[in-house]
């Protein structure tokens, strides 16, 4: 029955055969019989960090650290996925995670969809927002073989193809600038997930230009990207980390900064930069940041709605998100939690908000706001 959840090779080889003589063709016919073909979701992640050795007791220390805090978030995130990590390699070339979804094991139904975009993004949010670590990403779908590569003393199981060669590719900074790209045939498989359309790459062992997507998830808001030549707003950038800085230092009572500007004056650009800058601050004082962002959308202003049966009460709902939030942050030395264009935002959002910042401890609310707007 085992071999219905993992794959043979995996198994012991005591639960394989009972002969205390096996030879090297044994092995070898077996791990023949044991290889197929398959259709695999296949995603490198290559980390953007510093990955040499100094040679310097206290760098590599962090380093080495950093490391093993980027493997330990990508295996948290794959359990919850069911997802295979392949490889974790560090080498002359980089630092790269290798993770697949289709063997056995972790196949299923409306498997890109629900399972590897979503971990995709999960993983490179994550990185970003829990170690302050960017990445490129590279995901492909296609048949590959899966079995054993090497001899029979010496060997490992491997997912091999013109698709995973392809993943590869689209993660190499020369063809992605740090979002996540994936081939025709990712975006073919769910309607479910909006792929914005980029210009076509050229690829290693490809003669014509390969089409690319990035993934966006369904109401997934678009926050500025940092800018380097921002003119202005130093005086209340400062603030904002001076608060930031004496939060992350002690452990005191939540703060509230509310930002209230006319459209089109740089109040969103005033939040990017902060929060951009604030995260950074807190990770060079060695400290645990954790940044959460949303831009509200115009809307429905009332509550929840429901199409059948007793409406849920909403005090109920606050207190569970609420509590949920404060217990998942608690270990964090600063929680930055960024929210902007809120006078889209509809009433039980407010409301959990507002007890998030009653009941935190560690919690920066940095609250925009068009000036303009009829307030909550």
Known sequence: MISLYAHPVVVNDDNETTSRFKTESDDLERHLAEAEL???????????????????????????????????????????ACGHLR?????????????????????????????????????????????????????????????????????????????????????????????????KNVRLLTSQIFFKPLPAVKAKGYTESVPIFEPVMAGENEWGQTKTNIVGRETEMKEIMRVAKDMALSRIASKFLFVSAASGTGKSTLMVQSTERVRAMVKKMKKRVIVTRNISNDGLKTGTSNTGGSPPELAKIVDFMADAFVRCTKHADLVLLALDDVHWMDEMSWKVVQAIFERGQNVLSLIGQDRLQRTL
């Open 87 to 183: 490889q974790f390699i560090v080498d002359d070339k980089g630092v790269v995670l290798i993770f697949t979804f289709g063997l056995r094991g972790s196949t299923f139904p409306n498997m890109i969809a629900h399972h590897a975009i979503p971990v995709t993004l999960s993983i490179c949010e994550s990185l970003l927002e829990e170690l302050g670590v960017k990445t490129t990403a590279g995901a492909t779908f296609g048949k590959v073989y899966c079995g054993v590569v090497g001899g029979s003393k010496r060997h490992e199981f491997a997912a091999l193809g013109p698709s995973v060669n392809l993943a590869a590719r689209l993660m190499s900074p020369k063809t992605n600038s740090g979002v996540i790209l994936v081939d």
């Open 38 to 80: 398959r259709n695999v979701y296949t995603c490198f992640i290559s980390p953007l960090i510093d990955y040499k050795i100094t040679g310097d007791e206290e760098k590599d220390k962090q380093l080495f650290n950093l490391l093993n805090d980027i493997m330990n978030l990508a295996r948290r995130q794959l359990d919850r």
